[in-house]
């Protein structure tokens, strides 16, 4: 299945429907954007001055302490500074 290029609102149908459950992304909008309890999907927002990935890996710990607890519907913003 391709999902490069598909829209927020259309990523997040797709997402349901193949029983995804948790969405990692670093676009800081899409809690504005999409209805994320409709979805059913969790959401972690990784927050770093750059999605480089020299910026990202310092996330990672936090990140894997949140999947443990996250819900379908929550948005829970990472940030390392």
Same mark, same amino acid.
């Given at each position: 299945? =391709?999902? &490069? +290029?598909?829209?927020? +609102?259309?990523?997040?149908? !797709?997402? =349901?429907?193949? &029983?995804?459950?948790? !969405?990692?992304?670093?676009?800081?909008?899409?809690?504005?954007?999409?209805? !994320?309890?409709? @979805? +059913?999907? @969790? /959401? /972690?927002?990784?927050? @770093?001055? &750059?999605?480089?990935?020299?910026?990202? !890996?310092?996330? %990672?710990? &936090?990140?894997?302490? /949140?999947? @443990?607890? %996250?819900?379908? +519907?929550?948005?829970?913003? %990472?940030?390392?500074?």
């Amino acid at each position: 299945m =391709g999902w &490069s +290029g598909k829209k927020n +609102g259309e990523l997040l149908q !797709l997402m =349901g429907q193949e &029983s995804f459950t948790i !969405l990692l992304t670093t676009d800081q909008n899409l809690r504005y954007q999409q209805n !994320l309890q409709q @979805a +059913g999907v @969790a /959401v /972690v927002v990784l927050v @770093a001055p &750059s999605n480089c990935l020299p910026d990202l !890996l310092p996330l %990672i710990p &936090s990140v894997r302490s /949140v999947l @443990a607890t %996250i819900t379908p +519907g929550v948005v829970v913003e %990472i940030r390392d500074f």
